[in-house]
């Protein structure tokens, strides 16, 4: 063992003893908590136990396989952004004669702020429980081991071999930062390893808690890398019938000794209080928009995604908080992951880390681009990995507009101004060349060749336009808000005129001349043919024939690929009806029962009845990918439209995919494979749900919120509680028979105005149970009633 000078940075994981309450188990603590049990052929699949400083990824069988593919197999184990510690840990369990290793479990348990797994060693008769947490704010974790003795007493010895890796998370190279040999020392006086890497102050400290007095025995096993293996072993004695607790602790820090030592200390003495404080907050966010209706998998699958929102947030302080797209592949920062993600957060009330977020974009979008220009993603590190794509700097217009609607700051719009004026400004006149308001280059399709003038982009340019008008007036910006407003309205003209495709009856991928159209077709016959697609093969080669036949050098919209994109003119509700309605009949064309192909052409006859796991490729990749977010898009494009029986169908397919591996999560591709948890999942559902289904629609600017429903049909009893909206905060009752519909709206202050509107065509009266200072308005098309009580029950008799 080397003796080190622990003078500087410390990343602890420690041994330690005489720890308070350690007989109040995680079992006791977690008590009417909600869990889900895992599937034992996922056992060999990833799990998270996630917090915003440190987190852990293993395999749901207690095991630590090699993970990932940014850095190749060192996506999993623990991290402390922007540094790993450790690649896992192995735990060992044996008496005189035979050894349990705690990597084969019986089964998994997820909870929304904690996890276990379950092993039995029926030859011994004990049953062994593995838990863990992270504590918030905390860079650090807790192991507790709970053993259950079923038969006589025993004397076991318990041996946990820390695997410490103190390495920089993915671009690490361009901030200097480089992995040396990981060096460890043993304190018998505190009982605790301590490894520190050699070049860097980066550290890393463990050991065990037991119930009595103890010294543990330590060993080091030699390894060939820069990684470190050493092992603590404690002797345990298990009466009959009794159970017995060992908890392990894992703390560091990147910056200091004194932070790491001090990180320990506070978790070692506030396991229970940490454990009860995080089980405190989870409720609190199940608690803020409530949902409950008929279909119980919609309900739970929309609780835990408010609880995989959380599960993403990353704090590294140098940096800033905010929210990553996903574990285990992307924990670090993106631009238009949050644009998408950052509407679903702030419905359901998770505001603060929407405005840190948007800073940390905004503030890095700067530093780097210095023109409006949004980033598309960052290591945690700092390192900016892409300066962004075209569709990041429309939508975060975009995103601005719709947060303002919620909150009705007019300083937060004031602070992001600027860069929207920036960004619009830049988005036309260095991406526009032959200025036609469609600006060239990539959108969300990551397709080599796909960076002419694609729909999506053109789509969210559009409503970019019409956003940063709304947001001009509010800020008494008359002359650019007109400016804006003319720009949106050209370009909506122009997308469902010049991107519109007959023969497909489909908005096309992108527009482009013949030369692009036939490279990418001959790419795309080479991906179909090899992916046994003989339909696409077919269509593109006749497409490729029309081309030829009827050679043409101007700009003309192409279906090829049948991209989920060409559904954004629908999303966005900018698409002509009748339009519209073709548009939404092709998508259905391109679909699985768990949701919507990335790209279409990679459907096949298998596509409509084929639930099994995705067949991805060994080297990651999206080919024949049926993902959460096209799915999403679908599902707001069907409701846009007065489709909402259609867009719950499409939300039954996407939900199909909670807990298929990962329980109480969704994969990023339906329904097991790439990212095991992603934040713009709650796209799909906050959006739909509440503004949606509920007809939630705040403007907090003007204290008013707009409720016009538009339910399922099997929706018959459902309620929505806790919407956070500035200062206010509503809840909405819906109860539907063949007779009549009961609409309840509740609101904690008394100086919002409630408008609350319903088709006339639906129903034949209607009855106000409360009508004190309740305001009446009929038009064509609606009944509209005006009220700032913070009761109103209305009948509508059908």
């Given at each position: 063992?080397?003796?080190?000078?622990?003078?500087?940075?410390?990343?602890?994981?420690?041994?330690?003893?005489?720890?308070?309450?350690?007989?109040?188990?995680?079992?006791?603590?977690?008590?009417?908590?909600?869990?889900?049990?895992?599937?034992?052929e996922?056992?060999?699949?990833?799990?998270?136990?996630?917090?915003?400083?440190?987190?852990?990824?293993?395999?749901?069988?207690?095991?630590?396989?090699?993970?990932?593919?940014?850095?190749?197999?060192?996506?999993?184990?623990?991290?402390?952004?922007?540094?790993?510690?450790?690649?896992?840990?192995?735990?060992?369990?044996?008496?005189?004669?035979?050894?349990?290793?705690?990597?084969?479990?019986?089964?998994?348990?997820?909870?929304?702020?904690?996890?276990?797994h379950?092993?039995?060693?029926?030859?011994?008769?004990?049953?062994i429980?593995?838990?863990?947490?992270?504590?918030?704010?905390?860079?650090?974790?807790?192991?507790?081991?709970?053993?259950?003795?079923?038969?006589?007493?025993?004397r076991?010895?318990?041996?946990?071999?820390?695997?410490?890796?103190?390495?920089?998370t993915?671009?690490?190279?361009?901030?200097?930062?480089?992995?040396?040999?990981?060096?460890?020392?043993?304190?018998?006086?505190?009982?605790?390893?301590?490894?520190k890497?050699?070049?860097?102050?980066?550290?890393?400290?463990?050991?065990?808690?037991?119930?009595?007095?103890?010294?543990?025995?330590?060993?080091?096993?030699?390894?060939?890398?820069?990684?470190?293996?050493?092992?603590?072993?404690?002797?345990?004695?298990?009466?009959?019938?009794?159970?017995?607790?060992?908890?392990?602790?894992?703390?560091?820090?990147?910056?200091?000794?004194?932070?790491?030592?001090?990180?320990?200390?506070?978790?070692?003495?506030?396991?229970?209080?940490?454990?009860?404080?995080?089980?405190?907050?989870?409720?609190?966010?199940?608690?803020?928009?409530?949902?409950?209706?008929?279909?119980?998998?919609?309900?739970?699958a929309?609780?835990?995604?408010?609880?995989?929102?959380?599960?993403?947030?990353?704090?590294?302080?140098?940096?800033?908080?905010?929210?990553?797209?996903?574990?285990?592949?992307?924990?670090?920062?993106?631009?238009v992951?949050?644009?998408?993600?950052?509407?679903?957060?702030?419905?359901?009330?998770?505001?603060?880390?929407?405005?840190?977020?948007?800073?940390?974009?905004?503030?890095?979008?700067?530093?780097?681009?210095?023109?409006?220009?949004?980033?598309?993603?960052m290591?945690?590190?700092?390192?900016?990995?892409n300066?962004?794509?075209?569709?990041?700097?429309?939508?975060?217009?975009?995103?601005?507009?719709?947060?303002?609607?919620?909150?009705?700051?007019?300083?937060?719009?004031?602070?992001?101004?600027?860069?929207?004026?920036?960004?619009?400004?830049?988005?036309?006149?260095?991406?526009?060349?032959?200025?036609?308001?469609?600006?060239?280059?990539?959108?969300?399709?990551?397709?080599?060749?796909?960076?002419?003038?694609?729909?999506?982009?053109a789509?969210?340019?559009?409503?970019?336009f019409?956003?940063?008008?709304?947001?001009?007036?509010?800020?008494?910006?008359?002359?650019?808000?007109?400016?804006?407003?003319?720009?949106?309205?050209?370009?909506?003209?122009?997308?469902?005129?010049?991107?519109?495709?007959?023969?497909?009856?489909?908005?096309?991928?992108?527009?482009?001349?013949?030369?692009e159209a036939?490279?990418?077709?001959?790419?795309?016959?080479?991906?179909?043919?090899?992916?046994?697609k003989?339909?696409?093969?077919?269509?593109?080669?006749?497409?490729?024939?029309?081309?030829?036949?009827?050679?043409?050098?101007e700009?003309?919209?192409?279906?090829?690929?049948?991209?989920?994109?060409?559904?954004?003119?629908?999303?966005?509700?900018i698409?002509?009806?009748?339009?519209?309605?073709?548009?939404?009949?092709?998508?259905?064309?391109?679909?699985?029962?768990?949701?919507?192909?990335?790209?279409?052409?990679?459907?096949?006859?298998?596509?409509?009845?084929?639930?099994?796991?995705?067949?991805?490729?060994?080297?990651?990749?999206?080919?024949?990918?049926?993902?959460?977010?096209?799915t999403?898009?679908?599902?707001?494009?069907?409701?846009?439209?007065?489709?909402?029986?259609?867009?719950?169908?499409?939300?039954?397919?996407?939900?199909?995919?909670?807990?298929?591996?990962?329980?109480?999560?969704?994969?990023?591709?339906?329904?097991?494979?790439?990212?095991?948890?992603?934040?713009?999942?709650?796209?799909?559902?906050?959006?739909?749900?509440?503004?949606?289904?509920?007809?939630?629609?705040?403007?907090?600017?003007?204290?008013?919120?707009?409720?016009?429903?538009?339910m399922?049909?099997?929706?018959?009893?459902?309620?929505?509680?806790?919407?956070?909206?500035?200062?206010n905060?509503?809840?909405?009752?819906?109860?539907?028979?063949?007779?009549?519909?009961?609409?309840?709206?509740?609101?904690?202050?008394?100086?919002?105005?409630l408008?609350?509107?319903?088709?006339?065509?639906?129903?034949?009266?209607?009855?106000?149970?409360?009508?004190?200072n309740?305001?009446?308005?009929?038009?064509?098309?609606?009944?509209?009633l005006?009220?700032?009580?913070?009761?109103?029950?209305i009948?509508?008799?059908?």
């Amino acid at each position: 063992m080397k003796l080190l000078n622990f003078s500087f940075t410390l990343l602890l994981i420690t041994f330690f003893n005489c720890g308070k309450d350690i007989n109040q188990t995680f079992v006791e603590l977690s008590e009417n908590s909600p869990s889900i049990n895992g599937k034992t052929e996922y056992l060999e699949s990833p799990y998270v136990t996630a917090g915003n400083r440190v987190y852990m990824v293993g395999h749901q069988d207690g095991s630590f396989p090699d993970l990932g593919w940014h850095i190749k197999g060192e996506m999993g184990g623990i991290w402390n952004h922007p540094i790993k510690l450790m690649d896992g840990f192995d735990i060992e369990v044996f008496d005189a004669l035979d050894t349990l290793k705690l990597n084969s479990a019986e089964s998994f348990v997820n909870y929304p702020f904690a996890n276990k797994h379950n092993f039995i060693w029926k030859e011994k008769d004990i049953e062994i429980e593995r838990w863990q947490f992270v504590p918030d704010d905390k860079q650090g974790i807790v192991i507790q081991l709970i053993f259950k003795n079923l038969g006589g007493e025993k004397r076991m010895k318990v041996k946990y071999t820390g695997l410490t890796d103190l390495r920089p998370t993915w671009l690490g190279e361009r901030t200097n930062m480089f992995d040396g040999k990981d060096m460890a020392e043993f304190d018998k006086t505190q009982n605790i390893w301590t490894i520190k890497d050699s070049l860097n102050l980066w550290f890393n400290i463990f050991g065990s808690q037991l119930e009595f007095d103890n010294q543990s025995i330590p060993s080091e096993n030699k390894t060939i890398n820069n990684t470190t293996s050493n092992s603590i072993e404690d002797i345990i004695f298990l009466n009959s019938g009794e159970s017995h607790i060992i908890n392990y602790v894992i703390a560091g820090s990147y910056i200091s000794e004194s932070d790491a030592l001090n990180t320990f200390n506070d978790i070692k003495n506030s396991i229970n209080q940490d454990f009860n404080s995080k089980k405190e907050r989870y409720e609190s966010l199940a608690e803020k928009s409530k949902l409950t209706i008929p279909d119980k998998n919609i309900e739970q699958a929309f609780e835990w995604l408010k609880y995989n929102c959380d599960w993403l947030i990353r704090t590294v302080p140098s940096i800033g908080t905010g929210i990553t797209a996903g574990i285990p592949d992307y924990p670090w920062w993106f631009g238009v992951d949050s644009e998408y993600a950052l509407k679903g957060y702030m419905a359901i009330g998770q505001k603060e880390v929407v405005y840190s977020t948007i800073k940390l974009l905004d503030s890095v979008s700067h530093a780097i681009n210095a023109n409006g220009k949004i980033i598309h993603e960052m290591s945690s590190n700092g390192a900016v990995f892409n300066t962004g794509n075209i569709n990041e700097t429309p939508q975060f217009v975009s995103l601005i507009w719709e947060i303002y609607k919620w909150n009705g700051d007019k300083l937060f719009l004031k602070e992001y101004y600027p860069t929207i004026k920036k960004g619009l400004d830049w988005l036309l006149k260095e991406n526009d060349d032959n200025k036609n308001l469609f600006p060239d280059g990539f959108g969300m399709m990551e397709i080599h060749g796909m960076d002419s003038e694609m729909i999506d982009v053109a789509v969210y340019t559009q409503r970019a336009f019409d956003d940063a008008s709304k947001i001009a007036l509010e800020l008494n910006d008359v002359k650019l808000s007109k400016y804006y407003a003319s720009l949106a309205n050209e370009i909506k003209t122009k997308i469902n005129t010049e991107f519109w495709n007959k023969e497909f009856h489909s908005y096309a991928d992108f527009i482009g001349t013949d030369e692009e159209a036939l490279k990418l077709i001959d790419d795309a016959i080479i991906r179909a043919d090899t992916l046994n697609k003989p339909w696409a093969v077919e269509e593109l080669k006749k497409t490729k024939s029309k081309i030829l036949s009827n050679p043409s050098p101007e700009l003309k919209p192409f279906v090829l690929h049948h991209n989920w994109v060409v559904n954004t003119p629908m999303e966005m509700g900018i698409a002509d009806a009748d339009k519209a309605k073709k548009a939404l009949k092709t998508a259905e064309n391109f679909v699985n029962p768990f949701g919507v192909f990335v790209t279409g052409i990679d459907r096949d006859k298998s596509a409509g009845i084929e639930e099994g796991s995705f067949k991805g490729s060994k080297q990651f990749s999206y080919t024949g990918a049926v993902m959460t977010l096209p799915t999403s898009v679908l599902i707001i494009a069907e409701n846009n439209y007065g489709n909402p029986d259609k867009a719950l169908d499409y939300m039954k397919r996407m939900t199909k995919s909670f807990s298929y591996a990962f329980p109480g999560s969704m994969y990023e591709v339906s329904p097991d494979y790439g990212m095991i948890t992603q934040a713009w999942n709650i796209y799909g559902y906050a959006i739909p749900i509440i503004q949606q289904f509920f007809g939630i629609n705040p403007m907090a600017s003007q204290q008013k919120v707009t409720i016009n429903p538009q339910m399922p049909n099997s929706w018959n009893n459902a309620s929505l509680e806790n919407i956070e909206i500035a200062d206010n905060n509503i809840s909405v009752f819906f109860n539907k028979n063949n007779k009549n519909l009961k609409l309840k709206v509740l609101q904690t202050s008394n100086n919002w105005t409630l408008e609350i509107k319903f088709n006339k065509a639906d129903y034949i009266t209607y009855e106000i149970v409360n009508k004190e200072n309740v305001k009446i308005i009929e038009d064509e098309k609606f009944f509209i009633l005006k009220t700032q009580q913070k009761d109103i029950e209305i009948i509508f008799y059908i």
